[in-house]
């Protein structure tokens, strides 16, 4: 369930609820995400620095609280740390599980780590893995410009 786009004149909260609200007795199963515009794409400028968290988590408790527990609510954005995920699982959060992304891109071992050591991902959050979708002929789908740049200079 995409919740915010970002963009003036777009997707709200407010009508992502209204919509949850309308459609969870169909499913079983909705994911919290948001949209990335297409100016964020090209920049790579968004939510750029150290990861807050759940970036979705407000829209999230408004999606519980309109859909009750009859459903399996994921999400996903901003999960880099284990204290990251367990705010946001049940009991103390509102999701049943966490969809992270990013991380796995950074480092496809990253819940290894994290079991292992309860290392943080090592994403940096420069959505330079998004420019695949502003110039999809000059970038590899899926692939981290950070790490692809560490492994060019010897260091990953």
């Not at 915010?4 to 997707?11: C, I």
């Not at 515009?37 to 519980?64: M, N, P, S, W």
């Not at 780590?113 to 420019?131: M, Q, V, Y």
């Amino acid at each position: 369930m995409n919740v915010t786009d970002g963009v003036e004149d777009s997707m709200t909260p407010e009508m992502a609820v209204a919509a949850a609200s309308a459609i969870h007795p169909m499913i079983s199963i909705m994911e919290v995400s948001g949209g990335i515009q297409d100016r964020v794409c090209k920049l790579g400028t968004a939510r750029t620095g150290k990861a807050q968290g759940f970036y979705y988590e407000k829209e999230a408790r408004l999606i519980r609280e309109a859909v009750g527990q009859d459903i399996i609510l994921t999400g996903t954005g901003g999960f880099r740390t284990q204290e990251h995920i367990e705010a946001q699982l049940k009991p103390q959060g509102v999701l049943d599980m966490v969809a992270p992304g990013r991380p796995f891109l950074r480092n496809p071992s990253w819940l290894c780590d994290l079991e292992d050591s309860g290392a943080p991902s090592k994403c940096i959050n420069c959505n330079g893995c998004f420019r695949w979708f502003a110039a999809p002929e000059t970038s590899a789908r899926g692939t981290c410009i950070v790490r692809e740049k560490l492994r060019a200079l010897g260091k990953e």
